[in-house]
């Protein structure tokens, strides 16, 4: 129940009479004042999201991985032309979760996915259902994970049904585990019809998820706009064979690596895993370049909003044993790059932004109204120079590996967790949590010297405090009880 007295279900219903407000032209001040179809040509919109992918595998984003082996020089392209978000961050490092923030514009624990294997509710109000009124073609291409509960309605190897697609009902090519249905080399999607299309032979998975998405292009009727949800796999590791898998070479080609500052000296799997993941990040940004040109190609470029980002990064097993589900920067911090219409002039937002101020970015962009109950801010705020009150942290609450939640401000970094319940047991809440990390990022960017027990940092630790306690409430949750940390 959250702070209005709403249940999940009260949220969804809450949701559904604010798409009907959003149709009628309710508006939040300043962003989406003209109705859908007003004024301007409607923007096509691209939104392509990667999985597991480091803010550092980007070179515009400074002396990294990325520029030092040239790894991405059409994203960098991309935001020479448009804007780069410096200092972006997931709301919830674990696949499902994110997704479901990233169709609703609420936390995971309001939408109800707080972990993998909850299936998104079927009346959730998303993405496609508001745009799709509005005049949109919606589409979606790649990885789902919102269909399966892994009991009763396990879609996780085979079709998804159509109640299950979230309303992304005019073009659909995806499996809802897509690392269940493929590997590098091999796999397959199903298509609206529930029917298996298999991926090109001898196709790297990316490269058959952007000739799919070429082919689409090439064959829609112009005569709508789009919204097309573009969802790679890439850099997510390979569950079934324990591997990150890049194209073939990737191991060769990026086997001199600049070693990252969080990763160097620390045990993990970094050192034999980084080249074929570097690898995968390679692939994404060619296939950038190419939809780029294909926009360019279909006379599409210039009417085109196109927004790269990723669902959560990744840490290489340094901070637990796997991938991410922590509160570090090598969990949250992602890339996020836009282009196009409303976002053009090679500019950079340093404010703190968050995934789950994408969906009301995205309803900005096609003039649609974002519903009240969506928790972010259109980012067109900071682009424009418009924005108020922006919030000073980003709040992320994090599952599976524990219940936690943390903020994260341009200067610290502070998260407690509950340690006598797990993510599994009450909906992902806790009533209580013990503190359990605070970083100085000024002194200390890559995460080592944990001050959560320092004295010197307690008044530091008492406003964080209150600050986390404000955003969980915010976000629909009891205000719980903090206690100090445990040694």
């Not at 690392?179 to 058959?208: C, W």
């Not at 900071?382 to 000073?392: C, D, F």
């Not at 008492?462 to 404000?470: I, P, Q, S, V, W």
């Amino acid at each position: 129940m959250n702070q209005n007295g709403l249940t999940r279900r009260g949220f969804i219903e809450r949701g559904g009479m604010a798409v009907g407000a959003a149709l009628m032209g309710a508006h939040r001040a300043g962003v989406g004042e003209k109705e859908a179809g007003a004024g301007a040509k409607q923007p096509n919109i691209l939104f392509i999201f990667s999985d597991q992918q480091r803010w550092d595998t980007v070179g515009c984003y400074g002396d990294n991985m990325g520029r030092a082996l040239g790894l991405s020089p059409n994203l960098d392209a991309m935001a020479a032309e448009g804007v780069r978000f410096e200092h972006a961050f997931t709301c919830q490092p674990v696949c499902g979760p994110a997704r479901a923030c990233l169709q609703t514009g609420l936390y995971a624990t309001e939408t109800g996915c707080w972990h993998n294997g909850i299936a998104m509710s079927l009346d959730a109000v998303t993405l496609p259902r508001l745009l799709k009124p509005a005049g949109y073609e919606v589409g979606y291409i790649g990885k789902w994970h919102l269909a399966s509960d892994g009991k009763d309605n396990n879609y996780a190897t085979v079709a998804v049904p159509p109640e299950r697609r979230g309303g992304y009902d005019d073009f659909w090519l995806a499996s809802d585990v897509l690392e269940f249905t493929s590997h590098g080399y091999d796999g397959h999607l199903f298509d609206g019809d529930m029917k298996q299309v298999d991926f090109p032979k001898g196709r790297y998975r990316v490269e058959a998820l952007t000739d799919f998405t070429i082919d689409y292009l090439g064959k829609r009727d112009n005569k709508k706009p789009f919204f097309l949800f573009l969802s790679y796999i890439e850099p997510h590791h390979q569950n079934d064979h324990g591997h990150f898998e890049g194209p073939e070479g990737s191991k060769e080609r990026f086997k001199n690596f600049p070693v990252p500052g969080d990763l160097e000296g620390a045990q993990g799997d970094w050192q034999t895993e980084l080249p074929d993941y570097l690898g995968c990040c390679n692939s994404l940004d060619t296939s950038v370049g190419r939809l780029r040109k294909e926009l360019e190609r279909l006379g599409l470029a210039e009417n085109t909003v196109i927004i790269y980002t990723c669902d959560h990064a990744c840490h290489f097993r340094t901070r637990n044993n796997e991938y991410k589900r922590s509160c570090h920067d090598n969990s949250i911090r992602v890339p996020l790059i836009a282009c196009g219409p409303g976002f053009r002039g090679g500019k950079t937002v340093h404010e703190l932004a968050s995934l789950i101020d994408l969906p009301p970015t995205i309803l900005a962009a096609g003039g649609v109204a974002v519903p009240g109950t969506m928790r972010g801010r259109p980012l067109q705020e900071l682009v424009e120079g418009k924005a108020q009150h922006w919030p000073k942290e980003v709040f992320v609450q994090i599952s599976e590996s524990q219940t936690g939640r943390a903020i994260r401000t341009s200067r610290w970094k502070y998260a407690v967790r509950a340690l006598e319940k797990t993510d599994h047991q009450g909906g992902g809440h806790a009533d209580s949590y013990h503190e359990d990390f605070l970083y100085d990022l000024e002194a200390d960017p890559h995460e080592r010297n944990n001050l959560v027990s320092d004295p010197a940092f307690e008044s530091v630790r008492a406003e964080l405090r209150e600050r986390l306690k404000r955003r969980m409430q915010s976000a629909g949750e009891a205000v719980p009880e903090i206690l100090p940390a445990k040694a």
